[in-house]
């Protein structure tokens, strides 16, 4: 079961980004495979930085799932989403310690030490994927 490889189909997000990119705040609940998540465009503060945000709230993956880096490709392609609409990441109530060390892992900064939310601003997404930066 593990050797199949982990395909999740974000067309949801995608769409749900297309549809509301010039609404001052949407929210959404969707189903993308294995991943349950809530999501939100909003704008918002994120340390010294102020900016439209793609949140990514309740994110749950079925427990079959876990560990096969689902939540990893779902922050994958919602960085690269928030980069071409120029939108920062948002990730909300991060409760899992897993989680939050993948996000540290990831250079993503923190409101505080436990608990919290993280992000990465559209600055920072252009730093790290120039090659996909608007120009």
């Given amino acids: 079961m593990f050797n199949e490889p982990l395909i999740i189909d974000f067309t949801p997000l995608d769409q749900f980004v297309a549809d ?3 609404q001052l705040v ?19 503060r994120m340390g010294s930085s102020h900016g439209r945000t793609l949140d990514l709230a309740d994110v749950e993956v079925d ?7 689902a939540f990893g490709a779902l922050l994958d392609h919602a960085e690269q989403l928030a980069l071409k609409n120029g939108l920062s990441v948002f990730v909300e109530s ?14 993503y900064e923190f409101m505080s030490v436990e608990g919290g939310s993280g992000w990465l601003t559209h600055a920072e997404l252009c730093r790290r994927y120039p090659e996909a930066a608007p120009r």
């Fill in 94 to 107: 991060i409760i899992s310690e897993q989680v939050r060390k993948t996000l540290t892992r990831r250079g």
């Fill in 63 to 69: 427990v079959e799932m876990q560990g096969r880096g």
């Fill in 26 to 44: 949407a929210r959404g609940r969707m189903r993308l495979g294995p991943i349950m998540l809530y999501s939100r465009l909003a704008a918002r």
């Fill in 20 to 22: 509301n990119i010039h």
